[in-house]
């Protein structure tokens, strides 16, 4: 590990470094898609910052991940938490040209620990069967996987420790 991370809340003003952030095609091999673009985040953020979704059935938490030292934006992590309660879905993707480095595993500690202060006992992710790296991450968390697939996907399900 070469440096320590934060996360912080997603601003509007995050688009254009997030683009340059999420630009490689190898960050979309699991989850399909392509690179967006500035206004395509533009868009994204303008409904991820309202902190909920349009009908109010869940809270939405967006953080961007920072190094430390650089305070450059390297990723992001995300939890939805439903408003009756219920397990939070968390996911994290950390650019390209950053990975390797352990931030993933980090900032989604760092998420952890807001989603715990927030009362928030169980969680869980999707995480494509042949993504090890994410799968790696899940098992730092103390996330185990499970027999529910949702797209293609493996959910990974364990407590908020």
Same mark, same amino acid.
């Given at each position: 590990?070469?440096? %320590?991370?934060?996360i912080?809340?997603?601003r509007?003003?995050?688009? *254009? *470094?997030?683009?340059?952030?999420?630009?490689?095609?190898?960050?979309?091999?699991?989850?399909?898609?392509e690179?967006?673009?500035?206004?395509?985040?533009?868009?994204?953020?303008?409904l991820? %910052?309202q902190?909920?979704?349009?009908?109010?059935?869940?809270? !939405?938490?967006?953080?961007v991940?920072v190094?430390?030292? *650089?305070?450059r934006?390297?990723?992001?992590?995300?939890? %939805?938490?439903?408003? &009756?309660?219920?397990?939070?879905?968390?996911? !994290?993707v950390? &650019?390209?040209?950053?990975?390797?480095?352990?931030?993933?595993?980090?900032?989604?500690?760092?998420?952890?620990g807001?989603?715990?202060?927030?009362?928030?006992?169980?969680?869980?992710?999707?995480?494509?069967?042949?993504?090890k790296?994410?799968?790696?991450?899940?098992?730092?968390? &103390?996330?185990?996987p %499970? *027999?529910?697939?949702e797209?293609?996907?493996?959910? !990974?399900?364990?407590?908020?420790?």
């Amino acid at each position: 590990m070469t440096d %320590t991370v934060s996360i912080r809340p997603l601003r509007m003003a995050d688009a *254009e *470094e997030m683009a340059v952030v999420l630009a490689h095609p190898d960050l979309y091999e699991f989850s399909g898609g392509e690179p967006p673009s500035r206004p395509d985040l533009e868009r994204r953020y303008a409904l991820q %910052t309202q902190g909920h979704s349009p009908d109010g059935s869940a809270l !939405w938490i967006n953080h961007v991940v920072v190094t430390e030292g *650089e305070q450059r934006a390297v990723g992001y992590v995300q939890a %939805t938490i439903p408003a &009756g309660g219920g397990p939070a879905e968390i996911a !994290w993707v950390i &650019g390209r040209a950053w990975q390797g480095h352990g931030y993933a595993t980090q900032a989604a500690l760092l998420l952890l620990g807001e989603l715990r202060d927030r009362g928030v006992r169980q969680i869980y992710a999707h995480i494509h069967p042949d993504h090890k790296a994410s799968q790696g991450v899940a098992r730092r968390l &103390g996330l185990k996987p %499970t *027999e529910v697939k949702e797209d293609g996907e493996t959910r !990974w399900i364990g407590d908020v420790a």
